[in-house]
């Protein structure tokens, strides 16, 4: 029985460490987006369709995405979830590619001025990020970021933030199956398989789970940019959090 109950975590174990390594390789990771992409229209617009007027459901897309709702209150009544979807995904692709594009241009300026003044000094640079809420120091190689005109910040923030979402939820989420393992035996009282009931309830945590992350990389990519310094002192960020300028680094880049 200790075995099944393994067997079932493994199962999850092998699709998040899947997810980090195509993030950690980077080979895969505008692909991994735009399926996220997807999840995310799929999983929004099945939850709000038939269920919530067409003001809440712009609510809901500017909540999650920040986005303007892509069809007319009339077209919401009348097209089926499926082509919804896909309206919602054709303007998140557009505004993903607005968003990767507006980061490279601020970005490559400063990025090029130190690689062209102190590159030989320093291997990399830390730029700051911010979605509004929350914000982060991205590390990226000033050869490479030069190099690329900064396409590689970018790529860098998108893996970063895939690694540290998966790993919090991840770590919650073990937590959460050792409790479900525990609290399952009771059923066994009621002449109920314990693994059955572990089974299913363990499958909608990981779907939650999953749900969740998705939701919570793409707003935060969609979101994104890189804060002035007035922002920075009106946000009044702490001190670690210093948005008001780029700072370069000798050491390499710290694993999330």
Same mark, same amino acid.
């Given at each position: 029985?200790?075995? *099944?109950?393994?067997?079932?975590?493994? =199962? !999850?174990? @092998?699709? $998040?460490?899947?997810?980090?390594?195509?993030? #950690?390789? /980077?080979?895969?990771?505008?692909?991994?987006?735009?399926?996220?992409?997807?999840?995310?229209?799929?999983?929004?617009?099945?939850?709000?369709?038939?269920?919530?007027?067409?003001?809440?459901?712009?609510?809901?897309?500017?909540?999650?995405?920040?986005?303007?709702?892509?069809?007319?209150?009339?077209?919401?009544?009348?097209?089926?979830?499926?082509?919804?979807?896909?309206?919602?995904?054709?303007?998140?692709?557009?505004?993903?590619?607005?968003?990767?594009?507006?980061?490279?241009?601020?970005?490559?300026?400063?990025?090029? *001025?130190?690689?062209?003044?102190?590159? =030989? !000094?320093? @291997?990399? $640079?830390?730029?700051?990020?911010?979605?509004? #809420?929350? /914000?982060?120091?991205?590390?990226?190689?000033?050869?490479?970021?030069?190099?690329?005109?900064?396409?590689?910040?970018?790529?860098?923030?998108?893996?970063?933030?895939?690694?540290?979402?998966?790993?919090?939820?991840?770590?919650?989420?073990?937590?959460?199956?050792?409790?479900?393992?525990?609290?399952?035996?009771?059923?066994?009282?009621?002449?109920?398989?314990?693994?059955?009931?572990?089974?299913?309830?363990?499958?909608?945590?990981?779907?939650?789970?999953?749900?969740?992350?998705?939701?919570?990389?793409?707003?935060?990519?969609?979101?994104?940019?890189?804060?002035?310094?007035?922002?920075?002192?009106?946000?009044?960020?702490?001190?670690?959090?210093?948005?008001?300028?780029?700072?370069?680094?000798?050491?390499?880049?710290?694993?999330?």
């Amino acid at each position: 029985r200790l075995l *099944e109950y393994d067997h079932l975590l493994n =199962s !999850q174990r @092998e699709v $998040v460490y899947t997810k980090r390594r195509n993030a #950690l390789y /980077g080979e895969r990771l505008s692909i991994d987006f735009a399926n996220m992409m997807w999840d995310v229209c799929q999983s929004i617009v099945t939850e709000c369709h038939g269920n919530i007027d067409y003001q809440e459901f712009e609510i809901e897309l500017i909540r999650y995405l920040s986005l303007a709702c892509p069809i007319s209150e009339e077209q919401y009544l009348k097209m089926n979830t499926e082509q919804i979807v896909e309206a919602l995904y054709a303007q998140l692709l557009e505004m993903f590619d607005r968003k990767q594009k507006t980061i490279t241009e601020q970005a490559y300026p400063v990025i090029k *001025e130190i690689y062209e003044t102190k590159g =030989s !000094q320093y @291997e990399n $640079v830390v730029v700051p990020i911010t979605d509004g #809420l929350h /914000g982060f120091n991205i590390t990226v190689n000033l050869k490479k970021a030069a190099s690329s005109e900064g396409k590689e910040l970018f790529k860098s923030f998108l893996k970063s933030m895939i690694l540290y979402r998966i790993d919090e939820a991840w770590k919650e989420n073990l937590r959460e199956l050792d409790d479900l393992r525990q609290s399952v035996q009771n059923a066994a009282y009621e002449q109920k398989d314990p693994l059955l009931i572990y089974k299913f309830e363990s499958y909608q945590l990981f779907s939650n789970m999953l749900d969740k992350v998705n939701k919570e990389i793409v707003s935060t990519v969609l979101k994104a940019h890189i804060p002035i310094q007035a922002e920075a002192r009106q946000e009044q960020q702490p001190k670690q959090h210093d948005y008001s300028k780029y700072k370069a680094s000798k050491t390499d880049a710290e694993e999330v």
